[in-house]
């Protein structure tokens, strides 16, 4: 799991600056390593597939 926490900042990372640079793109947060419970967390602040599908009301199709 640490490896997982450690990718997981690594992506966030490069996905935060490509965010600067195109704001339309996928933006996630990873948070803490947590060392009692060996989880890794992240979440996405925005993503352009859940906002087309929204958009189009294809909300059926997201989970493929």
């Known amino acids: 799991m640490w490896l997982n926490n450690k990718t997981f900042h690594t992506v966030g990372y490069k996905d935060h600056k490509q965010y600067l640079q195109y704001p339309a793109t996928f933006c996630n947060v990873s948070k803490s390593y947590d060392k009692g419970n060996c989880v ?15 958009k189009y009301k294809l909300m059926h199709i997201l989970p493929l």
């Open 40 to 54: 890794a967390r992240y979440h996405f602040l925005q993503c352009p597939n859940a906002e087309f599908t929204k």
